[in-house]
């Protein structure tokens, strides 16, 4: 599977940003999905995923409340709906397929920036 992310910027404090990540060449319901970022000078980390069959859903503490992942299984798109948001959620944000214990995944889409501002 191929993984497109978009949707990426530079928003003040309180705005809301979505990102969306579009994949290609199987469908993202054969995998467990997630966003990964990475703050600069930091390590990546794990800010939502999603099981592949039963959507369930995972939220780092610090997103929780305020981050909403989806999937639109006809579109095979996987979102982030980020509102709140805080200048401590600016990274770089990875979508990810085949995610699995460790803060890993087997496929990775290229990253995109979230700069927010205070």
């Known amino acids: 599977v191929q993984l497109q992310a978009y949707g990426g910027g530079s928003v003040q404090a309180g705005e809301s940003l979505r990102l969306s990540c579009v994949a290609t060449?199987?469908?993202?319901?054969?995998?467990?999905t997630g966003w990964f970022r990475q703050p600069p000078g930091k390590a990546r980390e794990l800010v939502a995923s999603?099981?592949?069959?039963?959507?369930?859903?995972f939220y780092a503490d610090s997103v929780k409340g305020r981050f909403t992942i989806s999937r639109d299984n006809a579109k095979n798109t996987l979102y982030l709906q980020m509102n709140s948001l805080k200048p401590e959620d600016t990274a770089v944000y990875f979508c990810?397929?085949?995610?699995?214990?460790?803060?890993?995944?087997?496929?990775w889409g290229q990253g995109t920036l979230v700069t927010v501002s205070s």
């Open positions: 060449g199987r469908p993202l319901s054969d995998y467990a």
């Open positions: 999603m099981t592949w069959r039963v959507g369930k859903v």
């Open positions: 990810a397929a085949g995610v699995n214990a460790g803060n890993k995944a087997d496929y």
